[in-house]
């Protein structure tokens, strides 16, 4: 049975934060940051291997969670909103800030979010929310 599910890649904003704050892992396709366009044409390479400025490389959104993890000692995750009452489920995301012996910083990253939780829908999909939390974190927290 062949797999069906389509990558969901940063967007190009996100992937211009990603590159600024040392995003640096293999990947095969990139943003051309004259055009903003998608490409996949190029060399499997990294942030650090490009001259010049004039691409970034284009990573899935899961590839950026992990890199949040690993070397940020950031959690995100989206949640179905099982509280909301009407026929269509909504989303929310949730952060989590642990410091480098997995104690959490104690700090509320959600206060947004958890407002949703209820009748009030969030996002439509998990991707959506997962967005919206990588653009919270790379705007707010890490600067």
Same mark, same amino acid.
Not at 22 to 31: A, C, N, Q
Not at 121 to 143: C, V
């Given at each position: 049975? @062949? !797999? ?7 967007? %190009?904003?996100?992937?211009? /934060? ?15 940051? @004259? ?35 690993? !070397? ?5 995750? =989206?949640?179905? !909103? %099982? ?5 269509k489920l909504g989303y929310f995301y949730t952060i989590?800030? %642990? ?16 407002? /949703? ?5 969030? %996002?439509?999909?998990?991707?959506? =929310?997962?967005?919206? =939390? ?10």
């Amino acid at each position: 049975m @062949k !797999n069906n599910i389509e990558p969901t890649y940063c967007t %190009f904003e996100q992937s211009v /934060l990603l590159k600024e704050k040392r995003f640096d892992v293999e990947l095969k396709t990139v943003y051309n940051l @004259k055009s903003e366009s998608a490409e996949s044409h190029y060399p499997i390479m990294k942030n650090s291997d490009i001259e010049h400025g004039t691409i970034c490389t284009r990573p899935e959104q899961w590839q950026v969670i992990e890199w949040l993890r690993v !070397n940020h000692n950031i959690e995100l995750s =989206a949640q179905v !909103n %099982f509280y909301n009452k009407k026929a269509k489920l909504g989303y929310f995301y949730t952060i989590d800030k %642990f410091d480098s012996n997995d104690i959490h910083d104690g700090k509320d990253y959600n206060e947004e979010q958890m407002n /949703l939780i209820g009748d009030k829908k969030g %996002f439509n999909t998990p991707q959506q =929310a997962i967005s919206a =939390a990588i653009d919270y974190i790379l705007k707010e927290l890490l600067k």
